[in-house]
T-cell receptor, first 112, second 113 residues
Framework: KQEVTQIPAALSVPEGENLVLNCSFTDSAIYNLQWFRQDPGKGLTSLLL?????REQTSGRLNASLDKSSGRSTLYIAASQPGDSATYLCAVPNQAGTALIFGKGTTLSVSS | EAQVTQNPRYLITVTGKKLTVTCSQNMNHEYMSWYRQDPGLGLRQIYYSMNVEVTDKGDVPEGYKVSRKEKRNFPLILESPSPNQTSLYFC????????????FGSGTRLTVV
């Protein structure tokens, strides 16, 4: 059964730092991997979707990479800002394509 | 704007009083699903639907019902809510599930007292 793990669970950095969030999954036979952002008590906003045939995706200051063979994805945030403070979740579809399997998330705090 | 709309955003109710949380998407997606999010347990799937009139159980379906009479709507029904159903609920849709990304609604914070 697919399991998704995110490390660290929480991260605090000063404004301006570049940082990396990690996501690992146990079954490498995935369709894709999606990164989401969640503000406290709010909805899930999709940040990046990486298809299984891709190695990385970029959107503004965000870059997500995918290494299926090692079961890992990283989300790189450049020049972090206080507005980046949120919980970041990664998710992969299950084998049947009927559900998303989520990690527990990394809660990021960026101080000014 | 392409979106998934849930209503209400916040709801406080009493044990046993039937309620419905609505979900609507305007992207003509085939697939829709409901999740609940609880501290320490993360997001867990309640029910999903691959198409109109086709629904199936997720990981935590007990105490919930759904229906999919039209492609755009996928309401979540709690016929007799209990305090352990206090949670943050999310509706999601995807063109076909699996190969495509998912779009989530803004969430419904439900409190059952």
């Amino acid at each position: 059964k697919q399991e998704v793990t995110q490390i660290p669970a929480a991260l605090s950095v000063p404004e301006g730092e570049n940082l990396v969030l990690n996501c690992s999954f146990t079954d490498s036979a995935i369709y894709n991997l999606q990164w989401f952002r969640q503000d406290p008590g709010k909805g899930l906003t999709s940040l990046l979707l990486i298809q299984s045939s891709q190695r990385e995706q970029t959107s503004g200051r965000l870059n997500a990479s995918l290494d299926k063979s090692s079961g890992r994805s990283t989300l790189y945030i450049a020049a972090s800002q206080p507005g980046d403070s949120a919980t970041y979740l990664c998710a992969v579809p299950n084998q049947a394509g009927t559900a998303l399997i989520f990690g527990k998330g990394t809660t990021l705090s960026v101080s000014s | 704007e392409a979106q998934v709309t849930q209503n209400p955003r916040y709801l406080i109710t009493v044990t046993g009083k039937k309620l419905t949380v609505t979900c609507s998407q305007n992207m003509n997606h085939e697939y829709m699903s409901w999740y609940r999010q609880d501290p320490g347990l993360g997001l867990r799937q309640i029910y999903y639907s691959m198409n109109v009139e086709v629904t199936d159980k997720g990981d935590v379906p007990e105490g919930y019902k759904v229906s999919r009479k039209e492609k755009r709507n996928f309401p979540l029904i709690l016929e007799s809510p209990s305090p352990n159903q206090t949670s943050l609920y999310f509706c999601a849709s995807s063109p076909f599930g699996g190969d495509y990304g998912y779009t989530f609604g803004s969430g419904t914070r439900l409190t059952v007292v």
